[in-house]
């Protein structure tokens, strides 16, 4: 009995002992995911976007972590045994670390549903919480599926529409987001630049039944946010459904995209309500 | 109209260039300033054209003190040829005489019917009537030096100030220029003339002021100031006064020690 | 009309007649042209909305920044008798973009609405303060140059600095905004802020052509025809300053266009600078209104904005300019 209790004790602390307990994320989107995921004093350090209510969308839980700059030397400060890393920016620095025998997990960016599960569920592996990474994600399709489908997919019209005219098109997370409420992604309809922008005067010309904007009119001191405040645009949101649904929420493959799906569904229901 | 300056003392860039300087110009007469290189010909007539303003002393245009002329209305009398015979765009010979008109004109209107007849008189009496389609950057220095005077008669001055206008110009050029000078005061301008050239000074000009650092040297007619003791205190040549089959002619003949 | 006709080839009223015609010509077609179709906009609501509020702002700015370049450029040669002289390239252009990104950075121009184009002003007048100094205003077209050039990079650097130091997520794409002006989705709001300081400073550059005629035999010259050289550096100064840096406060820098104009239209005036003032404006209007209308028929095959279009048309001529200008100095 007591060897029993024992024998369970090591293995718990081996276990444990077996799980990585200095972790560094250089990643905005392992940041918010490792942060559901472990305790905080396994959390050696995560970038400063974490922290950042501009681009995470959870911001206030990554406060009072600390913070590294991403090159290899500041990483290595904390002496991490597993550092999550996401495909941009880092490469130099991923070799580098790598070089030095770290353990280096990357962690690919969601481009869909099914990439927030698998990138979730990558995080989870690494840092050896398997089955609380599978819970997570069991909550996050339990929501999913609770959103109610629309009677015939792809009537409903809506638009990301982002700071200097950017929208999300295909192959994105925020059209993947779209999809899920049920909306047709009405990005694809228009002629967009190479940039991925679409001209105000297209979005006048042919509104869509949802205009979605990813921040707020007084949200960003730059004068590529003017296209938010245009009187166009204005006269466009009083005439039409529109809402304000924060980037953040769709920006990383974390489960707070599930609330994004979520509170577009419930405008969708609206507008089919309206039009019936 | 008549100038008149008295203790005149001016400086350039913080150095006194004209000391007390007395000068007096007449209507009808061709009066030469000459003196030494940096004797100060240049700035007594930039400081009687208003360009330079003197420390000290009166300087009266006509029958009014020099402050009491306006900018525009002294345009309009008196006419001022720099030395150096600059049009910096490749404006036609016509264009840049009636620039001679500006003072003339109201600022937004054309050519009028005055204008052409001034620009057309100038044109022709300075003998540049056919190169009007011309672009000035094209023509010989003789040319652009008649053009350039023909912009300032366009300006139907009553005082001609011209610096060193023979510059530059060959003999036969510099003699048709002091030719067309001598008709113009004799046609009731007060011209005065920056000259190096002894004899042209000598053979032109009704009256000549010798400067001499800053200061005159000597005024009056030519046989009273080119008198071998003055050209040798100022300019230190050695130099004759001759009269060649009626034409005056100074003859520098050796550097003095 | 005597002789003079002969070098203008037309008369100079008619020139300006037919000028006006074609830049309210160009006015119409920037109106007809957008991505919803050609014509005043569809019909309906939206028409109206796309008409007022999204194309009429575009033109306007457009003719105003066109025109508030091409007579700037045409002044500025005029004044410093040099042909390679231009707003954009004597610093006017940057400090007037810096202006406006510390206006907006700082948060000043969401308190005070006048604060994106009075930052501009300040931030050219500032510029060209800088250079004139550096220079001097006798200094030659070497130091113009490189003083206009030194004031241009420090006016980058600092543009790069402020918006690096917002932490602003769109820091990069915003740099090129600065940098490269465009006209894209400009609003009324913006034309009532600028516009009446860049029709100010038109007024003012408009009113030196006798004194840049008269400049043309060199400044004693000049002023012993009449002319007052302070009140006409001070008109040129304050003109420059408050029409490129208006436009430029609202459409960032939009270059070359005022070193382009005035040389290519110079040859129709006889070469005179006076002329050439009311000319280059409308040619510079004509010019951006032209070149915007095309840039939106070939959108979006060909990804451009309308300060990389004026630079990638500019830039080459500006290289021509220099190997000409080499050409007459070396003998």
């Known amino acids: 009995m007591a060897l029993g209790t024992f024998l369970a004790l090591t293995v718990a602390y081996a276990q444990d002992a077996a799980k990585p307990q200095r972790i560094v994320s250089l990643d905005l989107c392992t940041d918010q995911i490792l942060i559901g995921l472990v305790e905080r004093r396994r959390i050696a350090a995560v970038t400063h976007l974490a922290a950042d209510s501009a681009v995470s969308a959870t911001p206030e839980r990554a406060k ?100 200097g005219g950017t929208v999300s098109g295909p192959g994105s997370l925020a059209d993947a987001t779209l999809r899920a409420a049920g909306f047709h992604n009405m990005a694809m309809d228009y002629r967009l630049t190479r940039g991925g922008q679409a001209p105000l005067e297209s979005l006048v010309a042919r509104p869509p039944d949802l205009l979605v904007l990813s921040s707020g009119i007084g949200e960003y001191r730059t004068a590529l946010a003017d296209n938010l405040r245009h009187p166009a645009l204005q006269a466009l949101r009083r005439s039409r459904v529109s809402l304000e649904l924060p980037w953040q929420l769709w920006l990383c493959g974390t489960p707070e995209v599930a609330g994004a799906v979520e509170v577009l569904a419930a405008a969708r229901v609206a507008i089919e309500a309206r039009s019936r | 109209m008549r100038i008149e300056a008295e203790g005149v003392r001016a400086r350039l860039a913080g150095r006194e260039v004209l000391k007390s300087f007395a000068f007096t110009a007449h209507p009808g007469q061709l009066t030469a300033v000459i003196g030494p290189n940096g004797a ?40 001022y040829l720099p030395q150096d015979r600059i049009v910096h765009w490749p404006l036609s010979a016509r264009i840049v005489v009636g620039l001679g008109r500006l003072p003339h004109r109201s600022s937004a209107a054309g050519e009028s019917r005055e204008d052409t007849a001034a620009i057309d008189a100038a044109m022709s009496s300075m003998q540049v009537a056919g190169l009007e389609d011309r672009p000035v950057t094209s023509l010989s220095g003789g040319e652009r030096a008649r053009v350039l005077l023909a912009r300032v008669l ?95 002619v100074v003859l520098p003949v050796s550097v003095l020690p | 009309m005597t002789a003079a006709g002969a070098d203008t080839r037309m008369p100079p009223s008619m020139l300006l007649g037919v000028l006006a015609a074609v830049t309210a010509a160009s006015f ?157 989705d400009r609003s009324l709001t913006q034309v009532w802020l600028a516009a009446p300081l860049i029709l100010v400073g038109l007024a003012l550059l408009l009113s030196v052509g006798r004194a840049l005629d008269a400049l043309t035999l060199g400044e004693d010259a000049a002023r012993s025809l009449g002319v007052d050289l302070s009140r006409t550096r001070l008109a040129i100064v304050a003109g420059t300053t408050l029409a490129v840096g208006a436009a430029t406060a609202v459409t960032g820098v939009i270059g070359f266009v005022g070193l382009l104009v005035p040389h290519v239209l110079r040859p129709l005036v006889g070469h005179r600078p006076g002329l050439l003032l009311p000319v280059s404006m409308l040619g510079g209007a004509t010019f951006l209104l032209i070149a915007d209308v095309g840039l939106r028929l070939a959108q979006p095959a060909v990804e451009l904005r309308i300060g990389v279009l004026t630079a990638l048309i500019g830039a080459p001529f500006f290289v021509w300019l220099v190997l000409r200008t080499r050409g007459e100095l070396t003998p």
């Open chain 1, 64 to 163: 009072g972590l600390p913070i590294t700059h991403g090159v290899a030397e500041d990483v290595l400060r904390y002496d991490p045994d597993l550092v999550l890393v996401g495909p941009f920016g880092v490469s130099a620095t991923v070799d580098l670390l790598k070089r030095l025998n770290k353990n280096v997990v990357l962690v690919p960016q969601a481009p869909d549903l099914d990439g927030v599960r698998a990138s979730m569920r990558a995080v989870a592996a690494a840092v050896g919480e398997k089955d609380k990474g599978e819970a997570v994600i069991a909550d996050f399709d339990r929501r999913l599926a609770a959103v109610p489908k629309p009677a015939r997919a792809g009537t409903v019209s809506a638009l990301i529409y982002q700071v």
């Open chain 2, 40 to 79: 100060g010909k240049s700035t007594l007539l930039r400081t009687i054209a208003g360009l330079l303003a003197p420390d000290a002393g009166t300087i009266r245009i006509g029958d009014r003190d020099f402050a009491q002329w306006p900018r525009a209305d002294l345009a309009r009398v008196l006419g």
């Open chain 2, 154 to 248: 366009a300006q139907q001055p009553r005082i001609l100030l011209a610096d060193e206008p023979a510059a530059g110009l060959d003999p036969a050029q510099q003699l048709a220029l002091f030719q067309h000078l001598t008709r113009i005061a004799a046609d009731g301008c007060t011209v005065v003339v920056a000259v190096h050239d002894l004899s042209l000074a000598a053979r032109f000009c009704h009256s000549i002021v010798l400067v001499h650092k800053g200061a005159v040297v000597a005024a009056g007619s030519p046989a009273e100031v080119l008198t071998p003791a003055h050209l040798a205190a100022t300019y230190g040549i050695e130099a004759r006064y001759h009269v060649i089959d009626g034409v005056p």
């Open chain 3, 28 to 184: 119409v077609l920037s109106l007809l042209v957008g991505p919803s179709g050609f014509g005043f906009g569809p019909a309906g609501e939206a028409g109206t909305l796309i008409f007022w509020e999204i194309r009429l702002p575009r033109a306007v700015l457009g003719a105003l920044a066109g025109a508030a370049l091409g007579l700037a450029g045409a002044a500025l040669q005029g004044y410093l008798r040099n042909p390679l002289a231009e707003p954009g390239l004597i610093g006017v252009s940057g400090g007037a973009a810096l202006g406006a990104v510390l206006a907006i950075h700082l948060g000043l121009s969401q308190a005070v609405a006048l604060a994106l184009p009075v930052g501009g002003l300040a931030g050219a007048a500032a510029a060209m303060l800088a250079v004139v100094s550096l220079a001097g205003m006798q200094g030659g077209a070497v130091t113009l140059i490189l003083a206009g050039l030194a004031v241009s990079a420090i006016c980058t650097a600092l543009i790069s600095l402020a918006l690096n130091l917002s932490q602003n997520p769109f820091a990069s794409v915003e740099m090129v905004f600065w940098l490269m002006g465009s006209l894209a």
